[in-house]
């Protein structure tokens, strides 16, 4: 919508009210989003726990930070989501700013490149998936924030070759294909570190307090760092890389026997203290739905399908 707009229109016109059209058309997203949100049921754990009346007798976010455990993986959690946040931030947002204002590309085959990437990104996130069930979430999520580290530096210096070519080249394999390999196991990961009664407050934790430094001021200080550098990006593209490694770094400290969802099989030790998720009944009347509150991943055959019996 950006690039048939700035086609459409003078810079003068684009700058006034030409971007305000695209956030505009983006409120019919919205409402295509809630019908659906509202239309689909909570998951087998979450309404095996209801009928058990086994809800938190408080707010959620107070049981959510009783819990020691639940405690280390939200720190955890949100120190994970770092480098997936300045990622998206820098590939999506601050590199069109950096074409058209430092490299001088013209803006609206920059946007163009910026919608191929997300076509390839939007295409292998099920492949990414795929992988998850698999392999395990914690295994997809970290090797794609350390190729996501690796990958900065080339990135930046195929950016200044100067050509919008090499640009759209680069930024489809960072946005298009490194980002969508850890962004595909984002979401199980996430959901698996809490149990079914915290998980939504958890996760919401994670996600959205982690974009208040992961995500928001992401292109503030990629502006700042090349100022730094007095247009070099060397100094951006160390930070970058230094967020990949602390989420790589964050994702190896959760254990697989402190996950509440079997995602793969076990990544590593799997020993340490058992959730308080094992001490839920499942209920009788439904013993072979996916249950989620029966306790952390031991490696079984069923780990690899997401169910246990």
Not at 50 to 75: K, N, Y
Not at 185 to 194: K, M, R, S, V
Not at 289 to 308: E, H, I, K, Y
Request: aromatic content about 10%.
């Amino acid at each position: 919508m950006f690039a048939l707009l700035s086609d459409a229109l003078s810079d003068e016109a684009f700058l006034a009210y030409g971007w305000r059209i695209a956030f505009l058309v983006s409120l019919v997203l919205v409402m295509v989003g809630l019908a659906v949100r509202l239309k689909i049921d909570e998951t087998p754990a979450f309404r095996a726990v209801r009928r058990l009346r086994e809800l938190p007798r408080s707010a959620p976010l107070v049981e959510l930070m009783r819990a020691p455990q639940a405690r280390r993986h939200v720190l955890l959690g949100m120190l994970a989501r770092w480098g997936e946040g300045a990622a998206f931030n820098t590939w999506a947002v601050f590199a069109i700013t950096y074409a058209t204002g430092t490299l001088k590309l013209d803006r609206t085959p920059v946007l163009l490149a910026v919608t191929a990437a997300a076509l390839v990104m939007a295409v292998l996130i099920p492949v990414s998936g795929a992988a998850v069930d698999r392999r395990g979430a914690r295994r997809v999520y970290v090797t794609g924030m350390a190729a996501f580290s690796v990958s900065v530096f080339p990135a930046f210096w195929l950016f200044g070759t100067g050509g919008t070519w090499a640009f759209a080249a680069a930024l489809v394999v960072t946005l298009g294909v490194v980002h969508a390999w850890f962004y595909g196991a984002q979401g199980t990961l996430f959901a698996a570190l809490f149990t079914t009664t915290v998980r939504y407050t958890g996760m919401s934790c994670v996600y959205q307090v982690s974009g208040i430094f992961a995500s928001g001021v992401t292109p503030l200080i990629m502006t700042a760092l090349l100022a730094l550098g007095s247009g070099s990006p060397w100094w951006a593209c160390g930070y970058l890389a230094l967020t990949g490694l602390v989420s790589v770094w964050a994702t190896g400290r959760l254990r697989d026997g402190d996950l509440h969802v079997p995602t793969g099989p076990p990544l590593g030790p799997t020993t340490g203290p058992t959730p308080a998720s094992a001490a839920t009944p499942r209920p009788a009347a439904s013993p072979t739905c996916p249950d989620d509150t029966a306790g952390p991943s031991t490696g079984s055959p069923n780990a690899s399908t997401g169910t246990r019996r």
